[in-house]
């Protein structure tokens, strides 16, 4: 069965630093997603992006956050400068038109 | 956001036996629910999902009920396996223009016991 892949599955960073988070969305899919779940709270929305640009985007989406499909296969979350409360587990999403969403394993993101 | 709500926290269960989860929501704009499956150190996985019209959908041990009228839906397991141990989430949705926006649950920690 087709899977969403996220890399890494770890990342530790300094506070203030930058962190690219990497999926690849199931190939068919046309929307794609990131979530994030804060250790011990609900799995939350972050950000819809079709046709190359967001769909939706949470208020936690602020201006440190980015995203960006820069070919054909890849999806990812920037955030430029990194906090504390930024440290969570970061889901990639994909979906058909209209479907059900699947969800990569995760990158674990510790800020120091 | 409190939209979707799961009270219960965990739930233990003997194996062979029903687990029944629940979960409570507020807008009745939602157009349909899923519950989700989560394993430690893994993605939410799709379990079974129910339109907004439906009152009940079947899948193998899997069947969610919807009570519209009350803003609630269950999600029952029989029988009740060691392997269901795992989080499961609640997640409403509202389609917008294609995409599909999840608001979740907080989740409730299932353990089925021998």
């Known amino acids: 069965e087709p899977e969403v892949t996220q890399t890494p599955s770890h990342q530790v960073t300094q506070m203030g630093q930058e962190v690219i988070l990497r999926c690849v969305p199931i190939s068919n899919h046309l929307y794609f997603y990131w979530y994030r779940q804060i250790l011990g709270q609900k799995v939350e929305f972050l950000v819809s992006f079709y046709n190359n640009e967001i769909s939706e985007k949470s208020e936690i989406f602020d201006d440190q956050f980015s995203v960006e499909r820069p070919d054909g296969s890849n999806f990812t979350l920037k955030i430029r400068s990194t906090k504390l409360e930024d440290s969570a587990m970061y889901f990639c999403?994909?979906?058909?038109?209209?479907?059900?969403?699947?969800f990569g394993s995760g990158t674990q993101l510790s800020v120091l | 956001d409190q939209q979707v709500k799961q009270n219960s926290p965990s739930l233990s269960v003997q194996e062979g036996r029903i687990s029944i989860l629940n979960c409570d929501y507020t807008n009745s704009m939602f157009d349909y629910f899923l519950w989700y499956k989560k394993y430690p150190a893994e993605g939410p996985t799709f379990l079974i999902s129910?339109?907004?019209?439906?009152d009940k959908n079947e899948d193998g041990r899997f069947t969610v009920f919807l009570n519209k009228s009350a803003k609630h839906l269950s999600l029952h397991i029989v029988p009740s396996q060691p392997g269901d141990s795992a989080v499961y989430f609640c997640?409403?949705?509202?389609?917008?223009?294609?995409?599909?926006?999840?608001?979740f649950g907080a989740g409730t920690r299932l353990a089925v016991h021998p």
């Open positions: 997640a409403a949705v509202r389609v917008s223009g294609g995409y599909n926006k999840l608001i």
């Open positions: 999403a994909s979906s058909s038109t209209g479907g059900k969403l699947f």
């Open positions: 129910i339109s907004s019209i439906k």
